[in-house]
């Protein structure tokens, strides 16, 4: 089984939706690691009911990003992670775990890339008045956001009701992530270099 690490920041739903995928075996995966790098964020309360470790790693504790992420690595490295999902981690990726996990990253965020970057995607959706947006899994690089696409799903925005087009996106995100991630496992087999 592939051993992945999810990195969240938020309530982690998807990182719920993912240790499901695990336990019923749509996904040939195992969660190993949970990193947030925002101790009080739900993610952990959800983390905690399972048996998986739970780390929580705040960069301001670190003198450098580049200390903060040499930190993750070595928990990392203890638990063998072979791949990194990010699930609502909302840092960028510096170079030391690039380098490390190469085409190993991938994250989800809620948009049809490369429009709405960054926070808030679906608020920047809707404030922009697009009538379609949707969700898309990539591989991730040192840009906020970028990196080769994976998978896109469309969702249409639900005039008028900001909290029913956030639902119907998280619904589909539950979905695509991993499938997603399943599909990539599956056609890259074996452990990181
Ligand atoms: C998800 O919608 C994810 O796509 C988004 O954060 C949310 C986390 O929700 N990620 C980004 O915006 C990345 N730029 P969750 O904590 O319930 O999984």
């Not at 739903?13 to 336990?23: G, P, Q, V």
């Not at 808030?120 to 947006?133: L, M, P, S």
């Not at 589909?172 to 991993?178: A, L, W």
């Amino acid at each position: 089984k592939a051993r992945i690490a999810v990195f969240a920041s938020g309530s982690g739903s998807n990182f719920e939706a993912l240790e499901n995928a695990c336990r019923e075996g749509e996904l040939d995966a195992e969660i190993v690691l949970v990193m947030t790098d925002k101790p009080a964020s739900f993610v952990v309360e959800r983390a905690r009911l399972t048996d998986i470790r739970v780390v929580a790693l705040e960069p301001k504790a670190f003198p450098s990003k580049q200390a903060y992420e040499e930190a993750l690595l070595g928990i990392l490295r203890e638990e063998d992670v072979e791949w990194i999902a990010l699930a609502g981690y909302m840092r960028l990726i510096g170079p030391t775990l690039l380098a490390a996990y190469p085409s190993r990253i991938v994250n989800i965020h809620p948009s049809l890339l490369p429009s709405f970057t960054g926070k808030d995607a679906i608020g920047q959706a809707i404030a922009h008045g697009v009538k379609v947006t949707g969700v898309t899994v990539h591989l991730v690089d040192a840009g906020m956001d970028t990196g080769p696409i994976l998978a896109q799903v469309a969702v249409p925005v639900v005039e008028g009701d900001a909290e029913k087009t956030a639902q119907a996106i998280q619904r589909i995100e539950h979905v695509i992530y991993k499938e997603t991630l399943q599909k990539l496992i599956l056609t890259n087999g074996g452990v990181h270099s």
